[in-house]
């Protein structure tokens, strides 16, 4: 079983940065696809933004293309979401996710992640 576990969300102003980290137990993290999804209040959990294996590939929501990128570090285990010119529709709380599947390309697919973090909130302030 795999627990993934974030941190690094709070409360900051509009414009402002936030970068979130999923860490990952387990000795498979550099085979699985990672992903990142919100929720807000009231409102279906939603892509946000994915990366592949090696970190060679990364695809993101419309809504935050520019604004945010995913890496990792397959050394650390760990997948970063680094937040900027953070806008308050940003407001959610914010999960990552893990794919088995090292070839998966169904970044914004929620049924294709097998392991979920318990998420972190994120708000933003106007």
């Known amino acids: 079983q795999v627990q993934l576990v974030e941190s690094g969300g709070g409360l900051v102003q509009a414009g402002g940065s936030l970068k979130l980290s999923c860490a990952a137990s387990g000795r498979a993290f550099s085979t699985y696809t990672m992903g990142w999804f919100r929720q807000a209040p009231g409102s279906e959990r939603g892509f946000v933004a994915g990366?592949?294996?090696?970190?060679?590939?990364?695809y993101y929501a419309d809504s935050v293309k520019g604004r945010f990128t995913i890496s990792r570090d397959n050394a650390k285990n760990t997948v970063y979401l680094q937040m900027s010119s953070l806008k308050p529709e940003d407001t959610a709380v914010y999960y990552c996710?893990?794919?088995?599947?090292?070839?998966?390309?169904?970044?914004?697919?929620?049924?294709?992640?097998?392991?979920w973090g318990q998420g972190t909130q994120v708000t933003v302030s106007s």
């Open positions: 990366i592949s294996w090696s970190g060679s590939s990364t």
């Open positions: 996710a893990a794919d088995r599947n090292p070839f998966s390309r169904s970044y914004g697919t929620e049924g294709a992640y097998d392991y």
